[in-house]
Each structure stands twice: as C-alpha cells, then as structure tokens.
C-alpha cells in the first residue's frame, strides 16, 4: 500500500494544464474525498524544454515507457487528443496494470470496446466521461443511475461548435460563410472547421453513446452524417415559418433490435426542449423505458467543465484504489446491425427551386404520391432577386417515409424539366 495515489497526465495542453492546477487547488479536499492524497508523478510531452505551470521539470518526460515504469502511478489520464500515439499509450499503461481516464472521443468511437476489454482483462478501468459532452453527465448517469431501463433513443446537440454557429445564423439571419468567419475570430472554430461543421467530431461522441446507451459496438464510419456547410439563411428562416429551428442533431435509436444512427441537421419544433438548447451548451436526451425522457444539459467543452468530468473519473478510480474494491467484469459488446440511410423513417423537410409555371406542384405531389410519400404542408415563396426571376422556391414537409421511398422520388424531381434545383432536404423532429 502506498501513502498517496499516483496520477500521471499525458498532455498538459488546454485541458491538462486546467488539470493539474485544478488537483493543486483542491489537494486537500481531494485528499479528504478519496482518504489519501493524490499525487502528480510524471507528465508527459513532446517538448521537455518548456516549462509547464505546477509541474516540476523533473516531472516532465517525452517518454511514455518513464510513465509506464513508474511503480507509483496508479492512474494515467491521457488528455493528448489524435487517435495516435494516443490509442496505444492508452493500451499500454492498461497492459501495465494502470486505470487510464481520457477525454478522447476519437479513441473511444474507434477502439473503445477492445480497450474497455483489455482494462477488464488487466483488473484496471478506463473511464471516459469528459468524452462526450465535456462537462455534463452523461456516460455516469448512463452506467450507473439509469442501468435499470432499457434506454431506447438518444437525440442530442453533442458540439457546440456547430450550434454556435447555427443559433447565430438564427438570431442574426446571416450566411454560413459570414458565420463561420466570426466563429473563428472568436475561437469558437478551428482555423480547419472540417472535424466539427461536417459533423465527424459528432459520429464520434454519438458512437461513444451508442455503446454505452444499447451496449452495441458502433463504428463512426456507420453514423449517417451530413454537416452543417450546406445549411443557408433561407433554410433557417424558412425551419422559422414552419415553427421549428434548426440544430445539428446527434440520434441514435434501437428499433427491432437494429440501430439507427445519425447526425445530420434537423428541424426541430420550437417547443421541444432541445430547441431552445443555444450557443455552445450541449445536451444529451435519453428515453428510457421506465424513466421516460430525461434531458441533461450544460457546458460541452472548455476547460473548467472538461476538467470537473475528468477529475470526477480520477476521484471515482482512487476511491475504489483506496477501498481496494476490484473492478466489475466488462459486460460483452452486442454488435447488432447499423440501419443505412434509405432505412431511416423521419419526416422530411423539402426546399425545390421550380420555374414558376402552373402544374409544377400538381407534378411533384404526384412523384411523391408515387412513393407512397404524403405531403404534411406546403409553402411557396416567389423569388425576390434577379438572378432568380421567373422561379419559385417551394418548401414542403412530408410526413414519415423510408430514406429510400425519398431519395427515389427525389430522383424523378430532379428530371423534371420545370426543377431548376433540389435544395436541402433535412429530416424533422418534434
Ligand atoms: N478543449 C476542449 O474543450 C475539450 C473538451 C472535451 C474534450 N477534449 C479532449 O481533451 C483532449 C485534449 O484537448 P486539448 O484541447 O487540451 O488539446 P491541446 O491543447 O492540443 O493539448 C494537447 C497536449 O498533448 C501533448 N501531446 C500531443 N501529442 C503528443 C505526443 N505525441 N507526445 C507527447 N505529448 C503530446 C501536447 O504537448 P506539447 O504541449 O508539448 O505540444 C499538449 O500538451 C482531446 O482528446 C480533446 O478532444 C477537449
């Protein structure tokens, strides 16, 4: 037995640095919690010669195996983010016989059930809360206080990025382009926006939740996914009209022992409480068979929140160290199948660009009654500028249809020679 738990840290950047002043700051309180006090070992980095607020030089290393040697860490908290080095470090301190909490939901979506197994294999956990929605909690309250339901459907708003940017393209009516430009002024978004506004940083933490949520594998390559890049002033303002906004909504449902998974944008109606969920918040909605709907909703990244999830994992392992309590056999992944996209039901949003004839309508209401497709309302909208004259802009909404029945459909409109454009289609909710 030894006097303090050993934590090592692999990348003090943003969020590591906010870590180790956070366990400086609350050192005795910490202490208090857990029975020992935890102590800062080794931290690791590329560069050894720049000096890191609260750790020692002779703290730092660029060398995991000085991490992996070190008899006194019981903890590793991998805060580097990259799938690589990241996902074999991982494993190694896990083969070394070390608990590992990371942040990295790249990792996790990608090699989270071989490694929640290896950690099984090695009597160690590997937890990972500040994954998914960065400091609200969601992936504890999943495997602990709602373990007794059978949770059915996960619809979520899961990077703030990318509501950002569409909760101010709603309140100021402007472009995508104008909006992004001021997203990355203000360090809201990447100087490269792929990750976030084509919505793969989204496929990862709804995979991670998939696992968690139905205990299926889901890779993130299986998440059908449309970003935000296409959305423009006229969608928002139109999603406006017909009562709802739109937000880059994260869905994952269980139906008939298959799941369906998605990440696309959505309109969603204005009453829904996932509407009103602004800015950079995230937030996470789960059915449950016995609870119903729950939501959790809070800040989704930055460092004070990452951190609260982060340290709230590394208390969580030095008190089961502390207590000697073994940790709970891995329960097996299911691995079920993932729906495609033309499997998907949703009701449907449709913007189609027509000259402005009579019949056109007549025309691609029968297309869609063809397809066994209803159409729920329909509103159209006389262009406004020059370059558009002579065209009209039809919005319709259908109800619930197949992906497939759709894109067939849509595949007959766009022949029609009075379609000048099939705009964005985008499935509705609420
Ligand atoms: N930022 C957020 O709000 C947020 C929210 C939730 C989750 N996360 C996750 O938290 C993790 C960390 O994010 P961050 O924003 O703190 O990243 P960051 O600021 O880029 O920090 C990365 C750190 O890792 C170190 N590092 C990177 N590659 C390394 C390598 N090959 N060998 C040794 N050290 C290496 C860097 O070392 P040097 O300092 O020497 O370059 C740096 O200290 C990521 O997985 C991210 O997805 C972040």
Same mark, same amino acid.
């Given at each position: 037995?030894?006097?303090?738990?050993?934590?090592?840290?692999?990348?003090?950047? /943003?969020?590591?640095?906010?870590?180790?002043?956070?366990?400086?700051?609350?050192?005795?309180?910490?202490?208090?919690?857990?029975?020992?006090?935890?102590?800062?070992?080794?931290?690791?980095?590329?560069?050894?010669?720049?000096?890191?607020?609260?750790?020692?030089?002779?703290?730092?290393?660029?060398?995991?195996?000085?991490?992996?040697?070190?008899?006194?860490?019981?903890?590793?908290?991998?805060?580097?983010?990259?799938?690589?080095?990241?996902?074999?470090?991982?494993?190694?301190?896990?083969?070394?016989?070390?608990?590992?909490?990371?942040? /990295?939901?790249?990792?996790?979506?990608?090699?989270?059930?071989?490694?929640?197994?290896?950690?099984?294999?090695?009597?160690?956990?590997?937890?990972?809360?500040?994954?998914?929605?960065?400091?609200?909690?969601?992936?504890?309250?999943?495997?602990?206080?709602?373990?007794?339901?059978?949770?059915?459907?996960?619809?979520?708003i899961?990077n703030?990025t990318t509501n950002y940017m569409l909760t101010a393209m709603t309140q100021?009516?402007?472009?995508y382009?104008?909006i992004?430009?001021?997203?990355?002024?203000?360090?809201?978004?990447?100087?490269?926006?792929?990750?976030?506004v084509?919505?793969?940083?989204?496929?990862?933490?709804?995979?991670?939740?998939?696992?968690?949520?139905? /205990?299926?594998?889901?890779?993130?390559?299986?998440?059908?996914?449309?970003?935000i890049?296409?959305i423009?002033?006229?969608d928002i303002?139109?999603a406006?009209?017909?009562?709802?906004v739109i937000k880059l909504l994260?869905?994952?449902?269980?139906?008939?022992?298959?799941?369906?998974?998605?990440?696309?944008p959505t309109?969603?109606?204005?009453?829904?409480?996932?509407?009103?969920?602004d800015g950079?918040?995230?937030?996470?909605?789960?059915?449950?068979?016995?609870?119903?709907?729950?939501?959790?909703?809070?800040?989704?990244?930055?460092?004070?929140?990452?951190?609260?999830?982060?340290?709230?994992?590394?208390?969580?392992?030095?008190?089961?160290?502390?207590?000697?309590?073994?940790?709970?056999?891995?329960?097996?992944?299911?691995?079920?199948?993932?729906?495609?996209?033309?499997?998907?039901?949703?009701?449907?949003?449709?913007?189609?660009?027509?000259?402005?004839?009579?019949?056109?309508?007549?025309?691609?209401?029968?297309?869609?009654?063809?397809?066994?497709?209803?159409?729920?309302?329909?509103?159209?909208?006389?262009?406004?500028?020059?370059?558009?004259?002579?065209?009209?802009?039809?919005?319709?909404?259908?109800?619930?249809?197949?992906?497939?029945?759709?894109?067939?459909?849509?595949?007959?409109?766009?022949?029609?020679?009075?379609?000048?454009?099939?705009? /964005?289609?985008?499935?509705?909710?609420?």
């Amino acid at each position: 037995m030894t006097d303090t738990v050993g934590i090592s840290l692999l990348g003090p950047g /943003n969020i590591g640095s906010a870590v180790v002043g956070a366990l400086a700051r609350g050192s005795d309180r910490y202490a208090a919690r857990v029975g020992r006090p935890l102590e800062l070992r080794r931290v690791l980095v590329r560069d050894a010669s720049k000096p890191r607020d609260g750790v020692r030089a002779d703290q730092l290393t660029t060398r995991i195996e000085d991490v992996l040697a070190d008899a006194g860490t019981q903890i590793v908290v991998e805060l580097m983010g990259g799938e690589e080095p990241a996902r074999t470090y991982i494993e190694q301190s896990l083969r070394a016989g070390k608990h590992v909490v990371t942040a /990295n939901k790249e990792v996790i979506a990608k090699a989270g059930a071989a490694l929640l197994q290896i950690a099984a294999d090695h009597g160690v956990r590997l937890l990972y809360e500040a994954s998914v929605g960065g400091g609200i909690p969601v992936i504890a309250p999943l495997s602990r206080d709602l373990l007794a339901n059978e949770v059915t459907a996960v619809t979520a708003i899961i990077n703030g990025t990318t509501n950002y940017m569409l909760t101010a393209m709603t309140q100021q009516g402007a472009d995508y382009g104008a909006i992004l430009a001021e997203a990355q002024r203000l360090g809201y978004a990447e100087p490269d926006p792929t990750a976030d506004v084509e919505g793969f940083d989204a496929s990862y933490k709804i995979a991670v939740l998939c696992g968690l949520a139905f /205990n299926v594998d889901v890779a993130p390559g299986e998440v059908t996914r449309q970003g935000i890049s296409g959305i423009t002033a006229r969608d928002i303002a139109y999603a406006g009209q017909l009562g709802s906004v739109i937000k880059l909504l994260a869905r994952a449902r269980l139906v008939d022992g298959e799941v369906e998974v998605s990440v696309q944008p959505t309109l969603i109606g204005r009453g829904e409480p996932l509407a009103k969920v602004d800015g950079v918040l995230n937030a996470v909605q789960l059915e449950g068979d016995l609870v119903g709907r729950v939501l959790f909703e809070g800040p989704g990244a930055g460092p004070g929140p990452t951190t609260s999830s982060v340290l709230a994992d590394v208390l969580d392992i030095a008190q089961d160290i502390v207590a000697e309590r073994a940790p709970r056999p891995a329960v097996p992944r299911r691995r079920v199948r993932v729906r495609p996209p033309e499997e998907h039901m949703a009701r449907y949003y449709l913007r189609i660009r027509v000259l402005d004839q009579p019949g056109v309508l007549a025309r691609i209401a029968k297309s869609l009654g063809d397809a066994q497709i209803s159409i729920a309302s329909v509103i159209q909208f006389d262009s406004e500028d020059q370059a558009t004259e002579g065209t009209a802009e039809l919005v319709l909404t259908v109800h619930r249809a197949s992906g497939a029945a759709l894109q067939g459909a849509l595949a007959e409109i766009r022949r029609m020679d009075s379609v000048v454009e099939v705009g /964005n289609v985008l499935p509705m909710e609420g």
